[in-house]
DNA sequence: GAACATTGTTTCATAATACGCAACAGATTG
DNA sequence: CAATCTGTTGCGTATTATGAAACAATGTTC
């Protein structure tokens, strides 16, 4: 675990630690946790003890497996409270449930990749894959699609993963493919996506401009592939831009 | 700075500086951390370094200030899909907010204070105050009240910080007081809040029980007192105490 | 505009802290 | 029951994080 930067380290493994558990994985072994980040056992002994004691993990007394705490909501709670783009789109959030009747998420960039910063359940009984902090890839999926579309082609470069991983078998990899995509979202203003990420999901994005005309977020509309697929979502690209041109007038944005 | 526990010293600090900031005071320079933490500026600035290096904290270019960032909200989200009584409440939060058009909280236990875990929006327009992740004291909140109503005296005694603070006129801190309201709480099955934690907000709380029967939640309906004061409130307890046995049930919960 | 104050970052020497090793007690497995 | 696995704890010491000082940039005051 050698650090190439000058971060302190003990810090740095602290956060290696939490980062280890994942959707797919959330709960761990001191000694499962020693193994994938090749540090001593009796290290993350101690570094999870003190992550327990301040709230941010805990341990399952019966199983000895370790998992993340509350303290991190609360944290969370303050960070997701500094970001513009959800406050701002929250007040609009409900209306476009009502219309839709399916889930709503308010996305950014976080480096490359996706975070969901804020969620609107849909009423009907499904699994929900949209959950608040979930991070998802960019290329395939509409909220990233539609995140990357308004970059310069340097910039969306740099962001691409390399390689980039195929999901499903509607995963698009190949580069003009993904640059003919990228003009169509912003020809359309909004990315539709069939399961080119998850099997069986289908959504619709569209961009959230901010006062300096940058597109800060995208709104999704997303649910199962059966009650959205193609022939069925494109219902909803009009309600969808019209809660988007008034997030983003919120935001400050002047269409020019 | 002493660490009275064995714990990693500089991980604490780190844990420390993102628990400076709060939704009362989100954005720190170095300075202000490094005078309320009584550390040296230099090492403030380090460990910023290494938490923005990941993530967790973002310096606003601008002002130098810092705020934390969204590589919390991703944490976050794992450790919220851990929690059973999220993950059991959400189905039957909507239909609540139907019934009650106001917001809609799950709230549990951390330590002695209430942390809100998930939160369905009213679809009217209100300031918001219960957010995700937000934290609150136990004794003069709806949900508080519900989550130690219905421990032992002695655990209660040892939940309650000493001394009481008091946040408006109507907070009650008189163990005498305090006591009766607990006990109104287990006849009555819920807890009704005006305005004894924030003037012009209400609320109402009912206890989640999980299949051990311990109270391990409170689902909470609340607002501004001018459309949930007393006289109307009242109006939800039935739906709130359905959509409470509703969730106990799918706990495991079986009523003696 | 000059002088001063404040800010956050970086370098450096060194002391303190975090480390890995080894031992341990308890739980699990064959 | 023995062997293995688990998470924790004590220990010596080397590594790491520390505080002080210097620095460059920005902000404030007269």
């Known amino acids: 675990m050698a650090s190439t930067n000058n971060g302190v380290q003990s810090i740095e493994r602290a956060i290696a630690i939490l980062r280890c558990f994942t959707e797919a ?3 761990w072994r001191v000694t499962e946790l020693a193994d994938r980040l090749h540090l001593h056992k009796s290290s993350i002994s ?3 003890a003190t992550l327990e004691q301040e709230g941010l993990v805990k341990q399952n007394e019966e199983t000895g497996k370790f998992h993340l705490g509350v303290g991190l909501v609360a944290m969370a709670g303050v960070a997701l409270g500094h970001l513009d783009a959800r406050r701002v789109s929250q007040p609009h959030l409900n209306s476009l449930v009502e219309i839709c009747q399916e889930t709503v998420n308010v996305t950014i960039l976080d480096g490359n990749e996706c975070v969901n910063i804020e969620r609107v359940a849909s009423p009907k009984p499904i699994r929900y894959v949209g959950w608040l ?3 998802t890839p960019t290329y395939c999926t509409a909220a990233g699609q539609v ?6 082609p340097e910039e969306r470069q740099a962001l691409l993963p390399n390689p980039l991983v195929v999901y499903t078998d509607k995963t698009v990899v190949d580069a003009a493919a993904l640059n003919h ?3 169509q979202v912003r020809q359309q203003g909004y990315a539709i996506v069939h399961e080119a ?3 069986g ?3 619709i994005a569209a961009p959230v401009h901010d006062h300096t005309g940058q597109v800060i977020a995208a709104i999704t509309i997303s649910g199962p592939t059966f009650r959205l697929g193609p022939g069925q979502i494109e219902q909803f690209v009009p309600p969808l831009l019209a809660t988007v041109a008034r997030i983003s007038a919120d935001m400050g944005y ?3």
């Open 25 to 27: 994985k959330p709960e």
């Open 46 to 48: 101690r570094i999870l």
């Open 133 to 135: 902090g979930r991070r």
């Open 147 to 152: 995140l990357l579309a308004y970059r310069s």
């Open 181 to 183: 995509l990228f003009t």
């Open 197 to 199: 990420f998850e099997e």
């Open 201 to 203: 999901f289908s959504a």
């Open 254 to 256: 002047r269409e020019a």
